[in-house]
């Protein structure tokens, strides 16, 4: 059934051993700088959110930055993701202004960080379910794929585009994403859709949105990326992301 892997489903956790669980992955849980913390207590370090939020009329993306996705099925939600990421990977390649080009670099951390993290608590855990063992396997290589791209934005997220090497890194990035689209596109969504009605297809693709609300801004290399944990490790992600970003909006392009 679609409601048993719904991300509204595990809250609140009940078993004492998926919570000890929990508490262990969080409390190994890295933030975006180079201390860990325990849910007792952590010293935290704000990293530069520097122009996330920034407006920059030079910017023109694609209209699926604003495009209405409500109603809209799972696959065709992902797709229009993937394409608005694809738009940004190709203004910070174009971008000769530094400024600019940190802008840029730091919404494609943003909405690679929020997708992977929805995608891992919505779509994944619904493919291991429906495809059986090669939905499993499918979710496993694509996870490791994420990873490996989380571990990239982590590391940028504590650079400036401006710094050597980063333009390097993020071009690794591009292409690793690029091939994680691919194989998404081509060899998951056809199964995925044929393996459900276009109903569930919509109500999956609202839990998706809906998961956004849930998902950590920035990456988070060392969090749980597996169903259930990851929802836990993730909104406790989501609430540190937020609470420093007042504080470090504005640090990192005034460096520059």
């Given at each position: 059934m679609l409601s048993s892997i719904s991300v509204r489903s595990v809250a609140p956790v009940t078993s004492r051993l998926l919570t000890r669980n929990i508490l262990a992955a969080l409390s190994t849980?890295?933030?975006a700088n180079n201390r860990f913390y325990t849910v007792r207590s952590f010293h935290y370090q704000p990293v530069i959110m520097s122009t996330l939020n920034s407006n920059v009329s030079n910017i023109q993306l694609?209209?699926?930055?604003?495009?209405?996705?409500?109603g809209k099925p799972l696959t065709e939600i992902v797709m229009m993701e993937h394409r608005t990421v694809e738009q940004l990977f190709s203004q910070f390649s174009a971008?000769?202004?530094?400024?600019?080009?940190?802008?840029?670099?730091?919404?494609i951390i943003r909405e690679l960080s929020l997708h992977a993290a929805k995608e891992e608590m919505v779509m994944y855990p619904f493919i291991k379910s429906r495809l059986g063992k090669e939905g499993?396997?499918?979710v496993e290589h694509s996870i490791d794929e994420h990873q490996g791209v989380k571990n990239l934005l982590y590391e940028l997220d504590q650079m400036k585009v401006s710094d050597a090497g980063y333009v390097e890194k993020m071009n690794l990035v591009i292409k690793e994403v690029s091939h994680h689209v691919k194989e998404e596109e081509q060899n998951i969504f056809p199964k995925l859709d044929r393996a459900m009605s276009r109903e569930e297809n919509i109500k999956l693709g609202q839990e998706f949105l809906d998961a956004e609300s849930k998902a950590p801004p920035r990456p988070h290399p060392s969090a749980p990326a597996h169903?259930?944990?990851?929802?836990?490790?993730?909104?406790?992600?989501?609430v540190l992301d937020e609470g420093i970003r007042g504080a470090s909006d504005t640090r990192k392009t005034s460096q520059i």
């Open positions: 849980f890295q933030p694609n209209k699926n930055l604003n495009v209405e996705k409500k971008s000769l202004n530094m400024d600019e080009k940190q802008t840029i670099a730091n919404m499993a396997d499918l169903y259930p944990l990851n929802v836990a490790a993730n909104m406790f992600g989501k």
